[in-house]
């Protein structure tokens, strides 16, 4: 199980971010029914939505906020693209965690990758730049997605390209350009690609909840935060 596997390697992995996911600036956000600005907020306009954000974060002294693996959100409802409305049953249960810091922070590969797939998912809540990361440990594959970058990096990646440990290979993305959302990075880790190139479901629906948590282990085995 990709979990098990990624547990004996904690100690090995670099940070996806150049900053202290445990520290003193990080607090936990929360973006479910639970947090009532957030359930009466209208979180279409990006702006709006941005400046309610940081209000949360200096609500609790902090600069970062960090959180959202298998979250049931409430946020979705600003974009089609999760099916509010539908007759199905719409998306709202987040498969990655979020951090919430300003735009042109780098994003850095926890472990050596090759870059498997990019893609510019450009709707309207979308991943706006998107990374893939193929990784092996122990013989076994597996990948990181990386979503809401900028374009100016991403724009120079190339599919196949190899990378260290450590190594820059993007920068959190400003809105617009990042699918319209505050800044922040979208990191999830898939034990299975399913065939896609570019993309994979960030959120999916709570009735599924088992399949997509297997498919999708904790990203916070990667990124070691306490606040998650």
């Known amino acids: 199980m ?38 009466s907020a209208d979180l279409r306009d990006t702006a709006a939505f941005d400046d309610l954000v940081n209000k949360m974060l200096a609500e609790k002294n902090a600069s970062i906020g960090i959180g ?3 979250e049931n959100r409430v946020i979705y409802r600003r974009s089609a ?20 810091l ?13 870059v498997h797939s990019l893609a510019d998912n450009d709707n309207f809540g979308d991943y706006g730049p998107t990374v893939v990361l193929q ?14 970058l900028s374009r100016q990096e991403w ?31 979208h990191f999830q880790l898939m034990a299975d690609m399913q065939g896609r190139v570019g993309d994979f479901p960030g959120v999916a629906r709570p009735s599924e909840r088992e399949t997509w948590a297997a498919l999708c282990p904790n990203p916070n085995l990667v990124l070691r935060s306490r606040y998650i």
């Open 2 to 39: 990709l979990s098990t596997l990624l547990q004996r390697h904690q100690a090995s992995f670099g940070p996806v971010l150049p900053v202290d996911l445990n520290g003193p600036a990080v607090t936990r956000l929360d973006f479910t029914v639970n947090t009532p600005q957030v359930a």
């Open 68 to 70: 959202g693996y298998l």
């Open 81 to 100: 693209h999760f099916g509010p409305g539908a007759v199905e049953e719409p998306r709202s249960l987040h498969l990655g965690v979020d951090v919430w």
């Open 102 to 114: 300003p735009a042109g922070t780098p994003v850095l590969a926890p472990l050596p990758a090759v």
């Open 135 to 148: 990784h092996e440990l122990e013989g076994t594959v597996f990948y990181s997605l990386y979503g809401h």
């Open 155 to 185: 724009r120079a990646l190339r599919v196949g390209q190899v990378l260290e440990k450590g190594e820059a290979f993007a920068t959190v993305g400003p809105f617009p350009e990042n699918g319209d959302w505050p800044a922040h990075l």
